[in-house]
């Protein structure tokens, strides 16, 4: 792996300390953008019934609940959690953005802090304070870099890139200083445009309503810039390729364009699609292969959205997988998450529903199996590994959660691992599913992540569940 590029000195007014605190975060996305009203909190509402007075308890805030045991947990049971590091008040609801990871590392982002904790076994590896708020984190990491974005001013101008392994910081600057161009970076003022990043071929791309710009990856300079129309919503996502989603124009039967983008040439995309505006709202769920979501219909709470994969060359529709009743998506929203329930893996996308995990063939758009669940909660894939889709069905507070290991081809049940079904464990587990977020599996654990909204005392940050391979 090559190293990290070394840090440059201190900018001048760096936004950043090692010692400071936070202040007040950025606005939540409104809650009419979230398509199934946050799948996960209906889901466990619905069949437990009054999650809401249980508290994460049972776990220190810097690393595991107990020490790890030599051999490796039983399949299933709880191996250590962590709480929220930073508190909600009441005059704000905060957000903790930002969930990357590293080969054994899973590195959390809250308003006013990043922390890394050990994936095997909870220890806290490193951690650092912000001095400005969190307002932006790039949805993926590249060698083992992040950037996230925090308020200076009053406005989220303030980009820092630092390395995954270490938490140390590689390059700390300003979108802009200039106080007109900083306007439409006030998240008071932001509406549905708020700053997006992404991460692609060695760049960070930086997208708000009304302007872009790409800076190089290891030394923060600044490769490309340009403004445009005032948009009312942005998107983007990297990794295999840069994908830019705008929504400016205003017009009912306006159109939506999506960009395949050339972080060293804005100006000269690779690409340039319009499809129709119809609600406004798409989402990128993956860049390899490209796959996006749409709102086929008037949006708002409840909306169907379709899945649409696109030629990654030329931007057309290639299939479209309808809306079907059964599917259950969370936020689909979520600046770093792109979607809770659905998963792409090579040419297979998988989708939560309550009581299913429905799987699909990307090049046809045909369903390949259902796999049945509880009826009365949601079941969601959370990994593919060696042939076998596993699908959590999540707990409730008097009802432990599961993970089912399916057949890929199939999707006939390989093997059934319950969780720990001990009062605490449950209400926890139960409690972590109704966070804004989704569940990763890595590293034989099942992480119950809070990517999102971050309104209340109880609110845990990880919670890790022995998942092994056999």
Not at 3 to 13: D, G, I, K, Y
Not at 204 to 227: F, H, I, N, S
Not at 345 to 362: E, F, H, P, R
């Amino acid at each position: 792996m090559a190293q990290a590029p070394t840090a440059p000195a201190t900018p001048r007014l760096s936004p950043y300390t090692a010692s400071a605190t936070g202040t007040s975060g950025a606005p939540r996305r409104p809650a009419w953008l979230k398509p199934a009203l946050i799948g996960l909190a209906l889901v466990v509402l619905l069949a437990g019934g009054g999650w809401a007075v249980w508290s994460f308890t049972g776990g220190a805030s810097s690393g595991p609940d107990k020490p790890a045991a030599a051999r490796e947990p039983a399949a299933g049971s709880v191996v250590w959690m962590a709480d929220s590091r930073t508190k909600p008040d009441d005059k704000s609801v905060k957000e903790a953005l930002g969930t990357w990871f590293t080969s054994t590392l899973v590195v959390k982002a809250e308003p006013d802090m990043v922390t890394a904790y050990e994936i095997k076994t909870g220890k806290k590896k490193w951690s650092f304070l912000l001095k400005g708020s969190l307002c932006a984190a790039s949805r993926e990491s590249e060698g083992d870099i992040a950037v996230i974005g925090t308020e200076f001013g009053g406005a989220c101008v303030a980009l820092m890139a630092f390395d995954l392994r270490d938490g140390h910081d590689l390059w700390e600057e300003f979108i802009t200083e200039e106080k007109e161009a900083a306007e439409p970076l006030d998240p008071r003022k932001w509406k549905k445009a708020g700053l997006e990043l992404a991460l692609h071929d060695g760049h960070v791309y930086a997208t708000w309503g009304a302007g872009e710009q790409t800076r190089r990856l290891a030394d923060g300079k600044r490769a490309d810039a340009r403004k445009h129309d005032t948009c009312e919503m942005v998107d983007s996502a990297g990794g295999a390729r840069l994908i830019s989603i705008n929504y400016c124009d205003f017009k009912a039967d306006g159109k939506i364009t999506i960009r395949s983008l050339d972080p060293k040439q804005l100006d000269k995309p690779k690409w340039t699609a319009e499809l129709p505006r119809n609600d406004g709202f798409m989402t990128i769920i993956s860049t390899n292969p490209l796959v996006l979501t749409q709102a086929p219909g008037k949006g708002g709470p409840g909306a169907g959205y379709d899945f649409i994969v696109l030629d990654p060359d030329t931007g057309k529709e290639k299939t479209r997988i309808p809306f079907n009743s059964y599917w259950l998506l969370g936020s689909c929203f979520l600046a770093d998450s792109g979607c809770t329930g659905p998963l792409v893996d090579k040419d297979s996308l998988y989708v939560s529903g309550k009581g299913v995990t429905m799987a699909y063939d990307l090049a046809t758009g045909k369903e390949r199996w259902t796999f049945k669940a509880d009826a009365n909660r949601f079941t969601t894939p959370v990994g593919v590994r060696h042939g076998q889709v596993a699908a959590y069905t999540v707990a409730t507070p008097d009802r432990r959660g599961r993970i089912a290991y399916l057949d890929a081809a199939t999707g006939k049940v390989i093997r059934t691992v319950e969780h720990s079904d001990s009062d605490k464990d449950r209400k926890n587990e139960a409690m972590m599913n109704r966070i804004e977020g989704f569940p990763r599996l890595r590293n034989d654990r099942l992480l119950l992540v809070n990517d999102g909204g971050f309104e209340d005392d109880q609110a845990g940050m990880v919670f890790a569940i022995s998942a092994p391979d056999a």
